[in-house]
Nanobody, 122 residues
Framework: QVQLVESGGRLVQAGGSLRLSCAAS????????MGWFRQAPGKEREFVGF????????VYADSVKGRFTISRDNAKNTVYLQMNSLKPEDTAVYYC???????????????WGQGTQVTVSS
């Protein structure tokens, strides 16, 4: 069955870095756009960024542009989120998602992971 499993979340100090991974299985990974979203306590899930099927294009939310980088390895069925210069406001549960088309909204994504917690202390 389809699985997306995120890993790499932890407690980190402001200004630090983290790399999240999302391992996919059960579908043709290279045929899907991979997105990252996050949800802070009491807030709606929000778009972080996406990477297209071959990795040729990435798009980021303004709040993370220049600090976060998404990459993918289609041979390993894995997508990554490199997060640098982390801020306390980046604290959230981070989710990866797979969709047939790229989008900055939640609905077009077909598959979702269970999320990984990132906490940034000040």
């Amino acid at each position: 069955q389809v699985q997306l499993v995120e890993s790499g979340g932890r407690l980190v100090q402001a200004g630090g870095s983290l790399r999240l991974s999302c391992a996919a299985s059960g579908f043709t990974f290279s045929s899907y756009v991979m997105g990252w979203f996050r949800q802070a306590p009491g807030k709606e899930r929000e778009f972080v960024g996406f990477i297209t099927w071959s990795g040729a294009r990435t798009v980021y939310a303004d709040s993370v542009k220049g600090r976060f980088t998404i990459s993918r390895d289609n041979a390993k069925n894995t997508v990554y989120l490199q997060m640098n210069s982390l801020k306390p406001e980046d604290t959230a549960v981070y989710y990866c998602a797979a969709g047939r088309q790229f989008a900055v909204t939640i609905t077009p994504y077909d598959y979702w992971g269970q999320g990984t917690q990132v906490t940034v202390s000040s």
